[in-house]
C-alpha cells in the first residue's frame, strides 16, 4: 500500500533502520504567498502552475535554510527498511508525503490548508493514519527521528502516541531556533557526520541557547570566476 509515498522509496538492507519525518513550511508567509500568486512569473512559481514541483522543491523556496537542511541531512542519512521511504514530510492537512512527490499549485494548496495544531482533526487525522502505516512496515528496532519543533505539542502528540520510544530527536535542536538548525545540519551533510538522536519521552526538549555557529564557507565566487574564465578561454 502507497500512503502519502510511504513505499515510494527503496531502503537499505539490514543494519539499524532510520526514517526522518521533517516537519512543513508554512504556507501563511510571503515567499508562500509569492509561490502560490496566480499569474506569479518567476521561474519556480511557472513551473508549479505548469508541470508542478516536487513537494520538497517547494517547502525549500518557502522556508529557505531551515528546510533545505532538513531535507538534506535527512536524504544523506536515511536507512529505511527496505520498500519503505526513508523521508517524510509531516504536512497540514494531507498526512505524511514524500518531498519527491510532484504536485501543482491546487494540490500544495489543498495539503497546506488546516492550522498545524494537535487538537485541529484535519491536521491530526491524516497524520496519525499515515503514521500508523509506517510503523507497521517497521520493526522494533526502527527509529523515527522528527526534525521539527520538539518544545511544543504539534508534532510530538500525534506521534508519541504511535511510535512511543522509537521517536527521537536530535539533541543539539534543544534551545536552537530555526535557521541555526539549518546551518548545523548542511554542515553536518558537508563534514558527514551525524547528530545524536535522543528519545523524545526522555531527552531535554528545552535548552539553553549554543553558541552561534562558524560562518559556513561556500565558495560560490570562486565558482563564478572559474567559470567566468572558462568562458574566456
Do not use: W
Request: a positive charge; aromatic letters at 6%; charged letters at 25%.
Amino acid at each position: 500500500m502507497d500512503v502519502g509515498g510511504l513505499t515510494k522509496m527503496a531502503g537499505v538492507a539490514g543494519g539499524a533502520n532510520r526514517i526522518f519525518l521533517l516537519s512543513p513550511a508554512s504556507a501563511s508567509g510571503k515567499r508562500a504567498k509569492m509561490l502560490l500568486r496566480k499569474g506569479a512569473t518567476f521561474e519556480l512559481a511557472q513551473r508549479l502552475q505548469a508541470d508542478g514541483l516536487t513537494l520538497g522543491e517547494a517547502f525549500a523556496f518557502i522556508s529557505g535554510l531551515y528546510f533545505r537542511g532538513k531535507l538534506a541531512y535527512a536524504k544523506a542519512f536515511a536507512a529505511p527498511p527496505h520498500g519503505v521511504a526513508g523521508v517524510l514530510v509531516i504536512t497540514a492537512c494531507g498526512g505524511l508525503v514524500s518531498p519527491e512527490r510532484t504536485m501543482g499549485r491546487e494540490e500544495l494548496c489543498q495539503i497546506s490548508a488546516a492550522h498545524v495544531d494537535a487538537g485541529e482533526p484535519r491536521y491530526r487525522v491524516p497524520l496519525e493514519r499515515d503514521a500508523r502505516c509506517l510503523a507497521a512496515q517497521m520493526s522494533a528496532e526502527s527509529e523515527v527521528v522528527l526534525l521539527g519543533s520538539i518544545a511544543t505539542s504539534k508534532y510530538v502528540e500525534p506521534l508519541l502516541g504511535i511510535f512511543g520510544g522509537r521517536l527521537k530527536f536530535p539533541s543539539e535542536f534543544a534551545g536552537r531556533g530555526d535557521m541555526s538548525r539549518g546551518g548545523l545540519m548542511l554542515r553536518c551533510v558537508k563534514d558527514e557526520r551525524e547528530l545524536n538522536y535522543v528519545s523524545v519521552t526522555l531527552g531535554a526538549r528545552h535548552g539553553a541557547r549554543p553558541a552561534r555557529l562558524p560562518k559556513l564557507v561556500i565558495r560560490r565566487a570562486a565558482a563564478r570566476g572559474e567559470a567566468s574564465s572558462s568562458l574566456r578561454r
